[in-house]
C-alpha cells in the first residue's frame, strides 16, 4: 500500500459521515479550499494538494478509501481523522500547512505523530457572580501544544466564538511561531468562551481570577506564560499576574507577558509587532531589489500593528500612499503625514476625513500600483477574487492568515514575495520573551536595548527563512514551516523518548 500524507484527510476526515451531499465547505481562518460533495462519487478523483475534488457523500472510513490512480489514501499507521473528528477543521487547516513542510522535510513518522498531537488540553468551568446577582458558568481552554523547546507561551483571547479546535490551532500556530521567531518557548492558546463587550469591569476581573484559579497548575514561568490575545490587554494580563501570585505566595511577574511597565512590562512591546513589520519589508526589499526609501506602501489597517509599522517605514523613507480601516480609507499618492493620521484617529477613531487626502476602498487598496502591501486588519482579506488585481511586488502579512491558500499559491506563482504571518508579526512574541527575561532577571533593558536585540532575532529569522526558500525552491510560507518545523523535531529527536 502506498501512503500519501495528502491533505484531504485533514480536511473532511471521518467527519465525512457527517457532512452533506452536495454541499460546498469552505474551510474557515486560513485554508480556504472549497470542497463540493457530490452524491454520486464513491472514490477521490485525485490526490492533489490543494485542489478541488470529489468526496464520497456516505458514510466511510477515510482509511479504505481507494484513490483513481490506484492508491490507497494512509497515513503510517496515524489515526489523522480522529483528531479532525475531535479537533475540527481549524486544526485541519493547521495541519495541512504542517504536511506540506513535514513532506518536504522527509519527516519520519513517529516526529510526524508527536508534532501533530497537542500536548495538553484542558478545559475548565468558571463559575462567575455576574453584578445582577446570578452566577453564570464560563467555559474556558487551554491548551498546550508543544513544549519542547521551553515554556508553553501564547495568547488568552475572550470571545463568543472560542471552540477547543480554534485554542488547538492557534496554540500550534504559536508552536511554529516560536519556533520561527528562534525563542526558547513551545506553543500554547487559552480562550474563553464570553462576550466582554456585555460585561462590567467587575465581571471581567472575577472571571479572569476564576479561569487563571482553575489552569493555576498549569501556567507558571517555568511552565506556560500567557499573554494577550483578541479581547484581552494589560489589564488583564496584570489580574492574571495577580492572581497567580497570590496564589503561590510571592509576587512572579515573569508568569505572563503583555502586563503594564510597572508591573514588570518591557519598553518597546507595544511597538514591537509593527516595527518588525517595518524590518521585515525592509529586508524583503533588499532581497527582491529595491529600496525601501522611496517605496510606495499601502497599510490594510490602523491598529498597534498597522499603524505602527506604517509610522516606522514612513521613518526610514518609505511612502505610505494608502490606509484603511473599518470605517474608510485614504490615499495620497505623495505619501501620507503618518503622525498627522494618527493624531486624526485619536480625535476620530477612523482614518476616514482626513485632510489632504483622497477617499479609498479595501478593494482599490488591495490593486494600487506600489511596491509593498500591508494586510495589518484581518485574516482572509487577499483572496481569488483580488489576488490576480494585486500590483505589489512584496506582501507582508503584518495580520494573522490575511491571505488564503489559493490566493498565496496564485501571488507565489506571479512572483510576489510574500512574507508569512508567523514569520512578519513574530516580533510581538520576540518581545514577550524579552519580557519574560527580564523579569526573571530582575533587571529591565533601556527601550534602546529592547529595538537593537529584536532588529537582531528579526534579522536572524528572517534569513534563516530566506535561506531555507533558496535551499529547497520553495515560497517563504512554506520555508517558514520547515524550519520551524525541522527546529523542533531536531530537538525531539535528539531529547529521545521518556519512558
Ligand atoms: P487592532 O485592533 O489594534 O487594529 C485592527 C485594525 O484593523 C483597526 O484599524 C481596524 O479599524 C482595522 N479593520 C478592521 N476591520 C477592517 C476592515 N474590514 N478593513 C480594513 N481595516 C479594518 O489590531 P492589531 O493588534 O493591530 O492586530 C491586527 C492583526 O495583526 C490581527 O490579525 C492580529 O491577530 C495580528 N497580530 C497582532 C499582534 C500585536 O502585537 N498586536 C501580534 C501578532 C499578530
Known amino acids: 500500500m502506498q501512503s500519501h500524507y495528502g491533505i484531504l484527510d485533514f480536511t473532511l476526515g471521518d467527519s465525512l459521515a457527517q457532512l452533506k451531499p452536495d454541499a460546498t465547505y469552505n474551510r474557515t481562518l486560513r485554508a480556504t479550499t472549497a470542497v463540493r460533495l457530490k452524491p454520486d462519487t464513491t472514490y477521490f478523483q485525485e490526490l492533489k494538494p490543494d485542489a478541488m475534488c470529489d468526496v464520497p457523500s456516505g458514510e466511510v472510513a477515510w482509511r479504505s478509501l481507494d484513490l483513481s490512480n490506484g492508491a490507497k489514501l494512509g497515513c503510517a499507521g496515524l489515526t489523522r481523522s480522529d483528531m479532525v473528528a475531535t479537533h475540527g477543521l481549524i486544526f485541519g487547516a493547521m495541519l495541512q500547512e504542517f504536511d506540506g513542510a513535514a513532506r518536504i522535510l522527509n519527516l519520519e513518522p513517529g516526529i510526524w505523530k508527536i508534532l501533530t498531537h497537542p500536548k495538553r488540553q484542558v478545559t475548565v468551568s468558571c463559575p462567575v457572580q455576574m453584578d445582577n446577582g446570578e452566577i453564570e458558568v464560563f467555559t474556558g481552554y487551554r491548551v498546550q501544544y508543544n513544549i519542547t523547546l521551553g515554556p508553553a507561551k501564547g495568547g488568552i483571547r475572550y470571545h463568543p466564538g472560542v471552540s477547543l479546535d480554534e485554542v488547538t490551532a492557534l496554540a500550534a500556530w504559536m508552536t511554529w511561531k516560536c519556533a520561527v521567531a528562534h525563542i526558547p518557548f513551545g506553543g500554547a492558546k487559552g480562550g474563553v468562551i464570553c462576550d466582554p463587550s456585555r460585561m462590567s469591569r467587575r465581571e471581567l476581573e472575577a472571571l479572569t481570577r476564576r479561569y487563571v484559579a482553575e489552569i493555576i497548575d498549569l501556567i507558571g514561568p517555568e511552565k506556560d506564560v500567557p499573554a494577550p490575545d483578541v479581547n484581552t490587554n494589560e489589564q488583564i494580563m496584570a489580574w492574571v499576574m495577580d492572581t497567580y501570585s497570590m496564589h503561590v505566595g510571592h509576587t512572579s511577574t515573569a508568569v505572563v507577558t503583555g502586563k503594564p511597565l510597572e508591573l514588570g512590562g518591557s519598553l518597546g512591546r507595544h511597538e514591537a509587532t509593527g516595527r518588525g513589520v517595518m524590518i521585515v519589508a525592509r529586508e524583503s526589499a ?20 498597522g499603524s505602527i509599522s506604517a509610522a516606522l517605514l514612513a521613518g526610514i523613507g518609505a511612502k505610505i500612499v494608502a490606509v484603511t480601516d473599518w470605517k474608510g480609507g485614504v490615499y495620497n499618492a505623495a505619501g501620507l ?114 529595538n537593537e536585540r529584536l532588529e537582531a532575532k528579526m534579522c536572524e529569522a528572517f534569513n534563516a527563512v530566506l535561506q531555507t526558500s533558496l535551499k529547497y525552491k520553495v515560497d517563504m510560507r512554506m520555508a517558514a514551516y520547515i524550519v520551524a518545523i525541522d527546529r523542533v523535531a531536531t530537538v525531539t529527536r535528539t531529547r529521545g523518548m521518556y519512558a
Not at 529595491?290 to 517605496?295: M, R, S, T
Not at 477617499?359 to 511596491?371: A, H, M, P, R
Not at 490566493?407 to 506571479?414: E, G, T, Y
Open 286 to 305: 533588499k532581497h527582491v531589489g529595491f529600496d525601501v526609501n522611496g517605496a510606495r506602501v499601502p497599510v490594510q489597517g490602523f491598529g498597534n500593528v
Open 337 to 450: 503625514d503618518i503622525p498627522k493620521l494618527i493624531d486624526h484617529v485619536k480625535e476620530q477613531q477612523s482614518v476616514k476625513g482626513f485632510t489632504g487626502a483622497e477617499g479609498l476602498t479595501n478593494e482599490q487598496l488591495f490593486t494600487l500600483d506600489v511596491d509593498v502591501l500591508i494586510p495589518a486588519a484581518l485574516e482572509n482579506q487577499i483572496t481569488m477574487d483580488n489576488a490576480p488585481g494585486v500590483r505589489a511586488k512584496v506582501v507582508i502579512e503584518g495580520a494573522n492568515g490575511p491571505t488564503t491558500p489559493d490566493a498565496h499559491q496564485h501571488l507565489h506563482q506571479r512572483g510576489v514575495f510574500v512574507v508569512p504571518d508567523i514569520l512578519a508579526n513574530s516580533a510581538g512574541v520576540t518581545a514577550s520573551y524579552f519580557e519574560w527575561v527580564q523579569d526573571r532577571y530582575g533587571y529591565f533593558w533601556t527601550e534602546k536595548d529592547v
